[in-house]
């Protein structure tokens, strides 16, 4: 391959070359890469442009922007991607806050938006949309994962914490949905958070015999680094975004042994699965993350769609998308009538394997988990 990440800087236009599609695509990728949310953009950026660099696909072109984790530097970049590039479908939006900004006026407008990550509960039932497809989860779906699992680790009182933003209420609610113990203690701390003293000494407190906590990338990594030194000592769980192969390393031997809710793993037995990691490894030198191979799923579906259906065509080109006839990564993927998947949860424990921190899977938590907002979806 001949791409490097190094090359996809805020702004970068991309037009690669290869086998013909049936009609030319212009991708608008709006992600994180810089701040402390910048590993989750970076990985989802990657993930995207290894499949797309594999296609080599002379209609397909990308142009990449920095949203800087600011919700009005995502709207920004959609106007301009939509009024001065001309863009035809947008992507790659990691934070919640930031896709509630930009996917509804974008959708408005007739875009088609495919989801590397964020997918808020307020888009996935009465706000649903047939231009706006999820091909990562919807925001519940992890942490529901973690939530039916609890018991199996042992917690009966939880803690349970998130940042005070849509994916944060998303989390404890699909937590809350499977979870058959007692909630002691439900609290939300500020997006980007880095001191987490005051929290560890409510959870001392709080007569929980566990903790689940959703922290994303840098807030992850503070909280556990945190929590290991504090000596609280008590089961942590988590989705796997507080796990991630993103932040793990940085966390080191404070996050070994607690588990996380996914949809994904490194392990996971596909053959799909097996050409991504060995793919991404040769390229970045570095272990996938769940939103680096988010990423890579959705542009094989967006590849899978240009090979049947022309981007001028909306009708045509969306029900191409909703046939989901690509080679997903995670094994069995198909979309819902809201267009969210429908797809296995795992329970992953981080372990130590030489000198790297990663995840594998010990359990299945729900088979053919679908989108807890369905019926509301009237599309």
């Known amino acids: 391959m001949t791409f490097k990440a190094t090359l996809l800087a805020a702004g970068t236009t991309l037009a690669l070359a290869g086998s013909a599609a049936a009609d030319p695509v212009k991708v608008g990728m709006i992600t994180t ?45 959609a106007d301009k991607l939509i009024q001065s590039d001309k863009v035809d479908v947008l992507t790659g939006i990691v934070w919640s806050n930031l896709a509630m900004a930009v ?16 997918a808020p509960s307020q888009l996935a039932g009465k706000g649903c949309n047939p231009g706006y497809f999820s091909v990562s989860y919807q925001n519940d779906n992890l942490h529901e994962a973690a939530g039916a699992y609890a018991a199996t680790a042992g917690i009966k009182r939880a803690f349970i914490m998130a940042p005070n933003y849509p994916a944060g209420k998303d989390s404890l609610s699909g937590f809350k949905r499977f979870y058959e113990g007692e909630v002691v203690s439900e609290v939300y701390t500020q997006l980007g958070q880095t001191d987490y003293a005051s929290e560890i000494a409510q959870i001392r407190a709080s007569g929980a015999d566990g903790v689940f906590i959703f922290l994303p990338g840098g807030m992850g990594i503070s909280f556990v680094k945190q929590y290991a030194e504090s000596g609280v000592g008590l089961p942590l769980i988590g989705p796997a975004f507080s796990f991630d192969q993103s932040i793990l390393q940085a966390m080191g031997d404070a996050a070994v042994g607690f588990l996380n809710g996914a949809n994904w793993s490194p392990d996971l037995d596909t053959a799909a699965n097996a050409t991504f ?19 890579y799923d959705t542009a094989n579906l967006l590849l899978s769609a240009m090979a049947k259906a022309p981007v001028t065509d909306a009708e045509a080109f969306r029900a191409a998308l909703k046939e989901a006839d690509f080679a997903s990564v995670r094994g069995k993927f ?46």
Request: hydrophobic share 35%.
């Open 33 to 77: 890469l810089s701040g402390g949310g910048a590993s989750l953009g970076i990985d989802t950026r990657d993930g995207f442009m290894l499949a797309v660099e594999a296609a080599a696909n002379p209609d397909l072109t990308v142009v990449i922007e920095d949203d800087q984790q600011k919700p009005e530097i995502a709207v920004q970049l």
């Open 103 to 118: 996917v509804p006026a974008a959708t408005a407008q007739g875009k088609t938006y495919l989801s590397t990550n964020a």
């Open 277 to 295: 990691v060995e793919g991404f490894r040769a390229e970045y030198g570095r272990l996938p993350s769940v939103y680096a191979a988010y990423g």
């Open 334 to 379: 198909s979309f819902a009538p809201s267009n969210h998947p429908i797809q296995d949860l795992y329970v992953r424990e981080v372990v130590k394997e030489g000198d790297i921190y990663t995840n594998r899977i010990v359990g299945t938590a729900m088979t053919d988990r679908g989108n807890p907002y369905e019926d509301a979806c009237k599309m």
